[in-house]
């Protein structure tokens, strides 16, 4: 069944461009997440939805990943809001997913909402600047590989998030831009 290598969604036979990241769509089984079997990149270092760190699917050439508060410490995965490397000393897992000791990052977990995801942090920026002139809160985070010191390529993933109350409102305004917004599923 072919999937996007970017963003790991499959889609339906006779589908060959991905219609959310526009990446040629590739034939196989798509990765996913050993711990929250959400979809993952073959480059990504840390699962984006949980914050594990990949061991499986990984090549055996990268680098131990190590933690950016305890240095020397190898990390066990990853703030899903800004990507920072985390030991077992220092992470905060809460319903599955890492944070940093950064209580906002907790808090902006749970009380916000992606609405959209960007390839570069300036498109991320104009759309919410968008919002915001439409009178909707919007922030944006970058869940940067800290691995690289870099900024040519795709190396991260940019969100636009909205207060959960607002994101129907926000969709509604992406569209009226023509501006996609990312799917959610409805909680029962």
């Known amino acids: 069944m072919p999937y996007c290598p970017e963003c790991g969604y499959e889609y339906n036979l006779g589908t060959r461009i991905c219609p959310d990241c526009q990446t040629q769509l590739s034939e196989g089984k798509r990765l996913l997440c050993e711990a929250c079997q959400e979809p993952v990149t073959e480059e990504g270092t840390f699962c984006p939805h949980c914050g594990v760190l990949r061991t499986k699917d990984v090549p055996l ?3 131990i990943i190590l933690c950016e508060t305890h240095r020397g410490v190898p990390a ?12 077992d000393q220092c992470a905060v897992k809460r319903m599955g997913k890492f944070f940093c000791p950064d209580d906002e990052h907790v808090k902006m977990a749970f009380d916000w909402i992606a609405v959209c995801t960007t390839n570069t942090r300036n498109e991320a920026e104009m759309i919410k600047a968008q919002l915001e ?20 390529g795709d190396l991260a993933v940019n969100e636009v998030m909205v ?25 029962s």
């Open 133 to 152: 002139g439409s009178g909707i809160r919007a922030m944006v985070f970058s869940q940067s590989d800290r691995m690289f010191i870099t900024t040519v």
């Open 61 to 63: 050439h990268k680098p």
């Open 76 to 87: 066990i995965g990853a703030c899903v809001v800004c990507g920072k490397p985390v030991c």
């Open 163 to 187: 207060p959960k109350a607002s994101l129907e409102k926000a969709q509604a305004f992406l569209r009226s831009i023509n501006v996609e917004p990312r799917a959610h599923r409805r909680s």
